[in-house]
């Protein structure tokens, strides 16, 4: 599935991991921008949110609000090169298996917001052998290509 022709096999110059990784968080940059200006100045109906601008985001000096954001674009960053790293060492079919997306959500609401907090001793179990699960299919796929 290359419309451009940009894999090597297909004799266009494939693309490094680090040029995928750059025009992706290129174009991820720039939908971001402009969906969260429109967003700002015409929030869904029902938000209970005002209107804003950009001037008036700029002036708000949420730091906490900032920095958290700042390190979710990292984290997203960095999850990227891991996807692209992966696609191009065990293809990409087998890298987008093992995205974690399910394991970072538990992991974010058992860590961050506390939603098992009190749970039963047979939910925590469920939620420990999930990841072991996870875990293990991520290392059986991982050394299934050698």
């Known amino acids: 599935n290359d419309p451009f022709g940009w894999d090597a096999s297909s004799n266009g ?3 490094s991991v680090a040029a995928a990784n750059f025009w992706f968080s290129l174009a991820f940059t720039a939908t971001s921008i402009l969906w969260n200006a429109r967003l700002m100045r015409n929030p869904p109906t029902g938000a209970g949110v005002a209107p804003s601008t ?3 985001y700029l002036s708000d000096h949420n730091l906490r ?3 958290l954001a700042l390190l979710a674009g990292f984290v997203c960053a960095a999850g990227n090169v891991l996807q692209f790293q992966g696609g191009h060492l065990a293809g990409y079919a087998a890298s987008d298996l093992v995205q974690a ?3 970072v959500g538990t992991i974010w609401d058992v860590v961050v917001f506390g939603e098992f907090a009190g749970a ?3 939910i925590v179990a469920c939620l420990g052998f999930m990841y072991l699960v996870y875990s293990a299919g991520i290392v ?3 050394t299934s290509i050698a």
Request: net charge positive; aromatic share 6%; hydrophobic share 45%.
């Open 65 to 67: 609000g900032r920095t």
């Open 120 to 122: 039963r001793k047979e």
């Open 140 to 142: 059986l796929l991982a």
């Open 54 to 56: 950009m001037r008036r």
């Open 13 to 15: 110059a494939g693309l």
């Open 101 to 103: 997306f399910p394991i």
